[in-house]
């Protein structure tokens, strides 16, 4: 993948600040837990998490971003990935922290993927949306992506826009913009629940499970000394203008599209769940 290079201006201390364009796992994460099973190789072009009984594994971004459009090319535990969880998500730290979240839920051979999706704001989640794939995401590479600037977060599987939730403060709805996050990932075993509701286990006799990561790419602000801001949205001109971004029709009815066939759970339709009603997002997205 090319690098490449741009900036933009930031009023902040009358400096610049770059926009983050990353293409290197030795640059830009750190492996931070597995006791060797998460292993960067092919010159950091490849980062590999395995699991197995004793342990799974987990990685992080050095840097911390504040509104971005984040890639990544993972390719999931193949086979008999029934209890695995492989989780990728922005996150920022404590109790009342933002967070973006894609996981993983793995299934037995030849069961499709569940692709689980939420969004936190100041600690508050309750916010899922499920899909299946319209493809096997252990054959090979595919793209997921998290848009996120000062009106939306956007969803994206291989450039398909599957869920868009929107900045509706003026209704009173918070949404994650002033905590800078961290890129997370990991796999790691969740047999309590993941598949089935939690009725079929890992089978341990089929590890080391492997998940795949290649392609990363921050098109992004870097949070800094605590000191640097995004800049105003009139004033973001960087790449594909990500800080303007948002869905056109075609896309809006690609999304459609996705959400008509393949989600599967969407909190805003559970209303035995929330019986006091549905959050207030729902009625006005």
Not at 37 to 55: P, V
Not at 258 to 277: E, H, L, S, T, W
């Amino acid at each position: 993948m090319a690098l490449y290079h741009t900036s933009i201006f930031l009023l902040v201390s009358s400096s610049l600040i770059a926009i983050a364009l990353a293409g290197n796992f030795n640059n830009d994460f750190d492996i931070t837990w597995g006791d060797g099973r998460g292993k960067i190789l092919n010159n950091g072009q490849l980062l590999t998490l395995n699991l197995d009984k004793t342990s799974g594994s987990g990685f992080q971004s050095k840097n911390e971003y504040l509104y971005g459009k984040i890639d990544m090319q993972l390719k999931l535990v193949p086979g008999n990935s029934a209890g695995t969880v492989t989780a990728y998500y922005l996150s920022s730290q404590g109790p009342t922290h933002d967070e973006i979240d894609f996981e993983f839920l793995g299934n037995l051979t030849g069961e499709p993927y569940t692709l689980h999706t939420n969004v936190f704001t100041q600690g508050k989640g309750n916010r899922e949306m499920q899909f299946k794939l319209w493809f096997d995401p252990t054959k090979d590479f595919h793209t997921y992506s998290i848009l996120w600037n000062p009106r939306h977060v956007i969803f994206m599987v291989d450039n398909v826009p599957i869920r868009d939730y929107k900045n509706l403060e003026a209704k009173g709805i918070s949404f994650p913009k002033n905590q800078p996050m961290r890129i997370y990932s990991s796999l790691w075993n969740a047999d309590d629940w993941a598949t089935q509701g939690g009725l079929i286990k890992t089978d341990w006799s089929k590890a080391p499970f492997t998940a795949s990561y290649r392609n990363f790419n921050a098109n992004a602000c870097v949070w800094s000394s605590g000191s640097s801001k995004c800049p105003p949205m009139q004033t973001a001109t960087a790449g594909d203008n990500w800080f303007n971004q948002e869905l056109d029709s075609t896309s809006q009815q690609r999304m459609r599209w996705v959400q008509k066939n393949y989600m599967i759970y969407n909190y805003c339709a559970d209303a035995k769940r929330f019986p006091q009603g549905l959050p207030p997002e729902c009625s006005l997205a």
